[in-house]
């Protein structure tokens, strides 16, 4: 014989933990005004409190399990039910089961294997439903389970967990215990007591909850992690799966609802994604407006930062200053590589910038204070700002041609949907849309990092605040084709042309695995709000918790994950996220200052933060190189690697500025700092005036600080501005050039 268990192995519910039932009861109860309002808004509580109070009351009178009827009589002594009420709530207990019953297919299938060989099946369940409730739910969730001896310890006041149910099922089966065959998920139930009755017990596990779900006391959160352990029940998850189920898929669908919801309210009928972290909402979206049938039209359209921030490029210094501020300068390592933020060649580039970045070779390291330099003199340069908007210009009109072709202006009612960043992409965009579209363009986001102006198009922000390392949420919208490069034409139509997805993309099954999970997620999720009528409104509060789960303190083969996936925060090229940081890495960089500070020059992954917070011990070990980095063992270490690597190691200023004839303007820590850098030997430096516009007429470390009116007596190659402060920098820098100092002698610092 072959007895088979039933909840959580034949069959399930749609929530996390059974009492995720009274949860949904209870939204239900807040709607029917003829109940209590203590009832109503407490009805959870009351509901678990009256199964314990009757369980206690079965024991005193040597029971071992309780019906339905004994709970609802202890809940009874609320005083909060009238006549009548009590019957209605057992009849509404059991519609909800009813309507979130869920089959387990595979142990289904097991069970009917069984019956076409011929073998006599039972089921048995330790359940305080009443048999025939539970006869209603088995069929619904299978009908070939209709008809087979069903023991339930409501109906016999013994449990499986005591083994007294096991006693009954073989005295009414004559059951021979060495032939009989118990299949459950409860280890203590349908394992070990079965075994100390000499029953061979055949374990199906449930999935169950992973040690980082814990749902909250709401109904939303009960069915987010009963959808997550459905869809990782249904297969073999690895990693990727997991991330899809429990992660994504709960951290996406709030948005993706809300972006839906919002447009509904606001009359928005057209929504646009834009490719690739729209690639996957997109999707979802799909699902959710096909089973809901919403009047709302979806488009996946291509774009990207490399493909629509300089053909939107207007040529101005203002526009130039935000284009550097948001285009990730920290990745580009060289010259050439500063080039490509520009698109253009590094000998073009050469021809705009000043001694010494000119004759730099193409792929000298390039120090932070470069690139701010650089950025300097290039967004002063009208004629570099000239070139830049020509050599834009037949991708820009190739970008109008595609809106206009892919985007119906017909009237207002679209929107395009984003996902996180600064918004600095679609405002530009929004610029170039207004050369040809006098309405309102919306942009939906999950999640803005600043907070932009609205005078170009308007910002719908799904979750605002500052959640630690937002921008993983790029790493849980994956595509399948590589970043949109620009576009060309073909047979009258425009074209993305898409990049190659390169050795450091995701393989195509884990990708596959990955959306199929958080697909799969969605389609539960969404069946389970529509069965109950329940539709609150989407909520920031899960997704931010589980984004500061995967940011903080993720599993650590969820970590994996995310480490070994390409990324790229300026989608010029995809280095791994964060693979493990070794030791060696992190002294180059917090003790020896190894790559002049840059800590890319140190560690390939994207993510220094992050490796630190996954790699196991990391973090520790990174504080104590801090630690011994300030104290004069550190100091001494700094000094000796800065002698054997050529004196350029731990440099505050680059040392190609501090050679020839140079003035340091600035007496603080900074300035005091690069004086004595520039008298070090083998500085280069031929000629020294240090200024200060208040320290003026003192000594420091033997040098002599001047008025810096003592500039225009002296011949120098170069200013540069020794200050902490980009205000402080600024103003000096102002004063220079109203002393007719040229702008390509003044240099930051």
């Given at each position: 014989m072959h007895t088979f268990d039933i909840f959580d192995t034949l069959i399930t519910r749609t929530t996390a933990r059974p009492e995720g039932i009274?949860?949904?009861?209870?939204?239900?109860?807040?709607?029917?005004?003829?109940?209590?309002?203590?009832?109503?808004?407490?009805?959870?509580?009351?509901?678990?409190?009256?199964?314990?109070?009757?369980?206690?009351?079965?024991?005193?009178?040597?029971?071992?399990?309780?019906?339905?009827?004994?709970?609802?009589?202890?809940?009874?002594?609320?005083?909060?039910?009238?006549?009548?009420?009590?019957?209605?709530?057992?009849?509404?207990?059991?519609?909800?089961?009813?309507?979130?019953?869920?089959?387990?297919?595979?142990?289904?299938?097991?069970?009917?294997?069984?019956?076409?060989?011929?073998?006599?099946?039972?089921?048995?369940?330790?359940?305080?439903?009443?048999?025939?409730?539970?006869?209603?739910?088995?069929?619904?969730?299978?009908?070939?389970?209709?008809?087979?001896?069903?023991?339930?310890?409501?109906?016999?006041?013994?449990?499986?967990?005591?083994?007294?149910?096991?006693?009954?099922?073989?005295?009414?089966?004559?059951?021979?215990?060495?032939?009989?065959?118990?299949?459950?998920?409860?280890?203590?139930?349908?394992?070990?007591?079965?075994?100390?009755?000499?029953?061979?017990?055949?374990?199906?596990?449930?999935?169950?909850?992973?040690?980082?779900?814990?749902?909250?006391?709401?109904?939303?959160?009960?069915?987010?992690?009963?959808?997550?352990?459905?869809?990782?029940?249904?297969?073999?998850?690895?990693?990727?799966?997991?991330?899809?189920?429990?992660?994504?898929?709960?951290?996406?669908?709030?948005?993706?609802?809300?972006?839906?919801?919002?447009?509904?309210?606001?009359?928005?009928?057209?929504?646009?994604?834009?490719?690739?972290?729209?690639?996957?909402?997109?999707?979802?979206?799909?699902?959710?407006?096909?089973?809901?049938?919403?009047?709302?039209?979806?488009?996946?359209?291509?774009?990207?930062?490399?493909?629509?921030?300089?053909?939107?490029?207007?040529?101005?210094?203002?526009?130039?200053?935000?284009?550097?501020?948001?285009?990730?300068?920290?990745?580009?390592?060289?010259?050439?590589?500063?080039?490509?933020?520009?698109?253009?060649?590094?000998?073009?580039?050469?021809?705009?910038?000043?001694?010494?970045?000119?004759?730099?070779g193409d792929d000298v390291p390039l120090h932070a204070v470069d690139r701010k330099n650089i950025g300097a003199f290039l967004g002063e340069n009208s004629g570099f700002l000239r070139a830049l908007v020509k050599s834009a210009e037949p991708q820009r009109r190739l970008l109008i041609r595609y809106l206009c072709q892919e985007v119906d202006l017909s009237d207002e009612h679209f929107a395009f949907v984003e996902l996180s960043g600064t918004g600095y992409t679609q405002k530009s965009l929004a610029r170039l849309m207004h050369t040809f579209y006098t309405g309102t363009i919306r942009n939906f986001y999950f999640k803005l990092d600043t907070v932009p102006g609205e005078e170009d198009c308007v910002y719908l922000n799904f979750c605002p605040g500052n959640i630690p390392r937002s921008y993983m949420l790029e790493l849980l919208c994956r595509a399948p084709h590589g970043q949109t490069a620009g576009y060309r034409e073909e047979a009258g139509r425009i074209i993305p042309v898409l990049e190659e997805r390169g050795e450091a993309a995701l393989s195509a099954s884990v990708l596959e695995e990955y959306c199929r999970a958080v697909l799969s997620y969605t389609d539960s999720m969404t069946q389970a709000l529509l069965k109950n009528d329940f539709m609150p409104a989407p909520s920031p509060i899960l997704p931010a918790k589980y984004l500061r789960l995967i940011a903080s303190e993720p599993p650590r083969h969820i970590a994996r994950f995310f480490q070994d996936m390409p990324f790229s925060g300026s989608g010029r090229k995809n280095t791994r996220f964060a693979p493990d940081i070794t030791r060696r890495e992190i002294r180059d960089i917090y003790i020896f200052g190894k790559g002049g500070g840059d800590w890319r020059r140190c560690y390939q992954g994207n993510s220094l933060d992050y490796a630190l917070v996954v790699t196991p011990g990391a973090a520790a070990y990174a504080e104590k190189c801090l630690h011994i980095s300030r104290t004069a063992i550190g100091r001494r270490l700094k000094e000796l690697y800065e002698r054997l690597s050529g004196?350029?190691?731990?440099?505050?200023?680059?040392?190609?500025?501090?050679?020839?004839?140079?003035?340091?303007?600035?007496?603080?820590?900074?300035?005091?700092?690069?004086?004595?850098?520039?008298?070090?030997?083998?500085?280069?430096?031929?000629?020294?005036?240090?200024?200060?516009?208040?320290?003026?007429?003192?000594?420091?470390?033997?040098?002599?600080i001047h008025p810096p009116q003592a500039i225009r007596e002296r011949s120098c190659q170069r200013i540069i501005i020794a200050v902490h402060t980009q205000k402080a920098a600024r103003e000096i820098r102002e004063s220079l050039l109203s002393m007719g100092i040229r702008r390509e002698d003044i240099f930051y610092g």
């Open positions: 009274f949860l949904l009861m209870e939204e239900k109860l807040r709607r029917m005004e003829e109940y209590a309002p203590y009832l109503r808004e407490n009805f959870h509580d009351l509901r678990k409190g009256a199964e314990e109070l009757a369980r206690l009351q079965a024991r005193e009178e040597g029971k071992e399990e309780v019906t339905l009827d004994e709970i609802y009589r202890a809940l009874a002594t609320t005083a909060s039910l009238r006549d009548g009420q009590q019957e209605a709530l057992k009849k509404l207990e059991e519609e909800t089961e009813y309507e979130n019953i869920l089959p387990i297919p595979a142990n289904i299938r097991l069970l009917k294997q069984y019956q076409k060989q011929g073998e006599h099946i039972a089921l048995i369940s330790d359940m305080y439903l009443p048999p025939q409730t539970i006869c209603g739910l088995l069929k619904k969730a299978a009908p070939a389970l209709t008809g087979i001896p069903l023991y339930v310890s409501c109906a016999y006041g013994k449990t499986k967990g005591s083994g007294g149910l096991f006693g009954v099922v073989k005295i009414r089966e004559q059951a021979s215990c060495e032939h009989w065959i118990h299949h459950g998920d409860n280890l203590h139930g349908d394992a070990e007591v079965p075994q100390r009755l000499g029953i061979t017990a055949s374990p199906l596990p449930w999935e169950g909850l992973k040690e980082y779900e814990h749902p909250e006391q709401d109904a939303y959160s009960q069915l987010s992690a009963g959808a997550s352990v459905r869809v990782r029940s249904e297969t073999v998850c690895t990693a990727a799966g997991e991330t899809g189920s429990s992660f994504a898929g709960p951290i996406l669908y709030p948005y993706v609802r809300w972006v839906l919801e919002e447009s509904i309210k606001r009359g928005i009928n057209r929504l646009y994604f834009i490719a690739r972290d729209g690639w996957i909402l997109y999707r979802m979206a799909e699902r959710m407006i096909r089973v809901r049938s919403l009047p709302i039209k979806t488009a996946y359209i291509c774009g990207s930062r490399k493909a629509w921030r300089l053909p939107c490029f207007d040529g101005s210094e203002e526009a130039f200053a935000k284009l550097l501020r948001w285009s990730n300068l920290d990745e580009a390592l060289t010259l050439k590589e500063l080039a490509a933020v520009f698109a253009m060649d590094v000998l073009t580039l050469k021809q705009y910038l000043p001694l010494p970045f000119s004759t730099m004196g350029t190691a731990t440099a505050l200023c680059p040392a190609a500025y501090l050679k020839g004839n140079i003035v340091i303007y600035g007496a603080g820590k900074v300035g005091e700092a690069y004086m004595k850098q520039a008298k070090k030997k083998g500085s280069g430096c031929t000629g020294l005036l240090w200024v200060d516009t208040r320290l003026h007429g003192q000594k420091k470390a033997g040098m002599l």
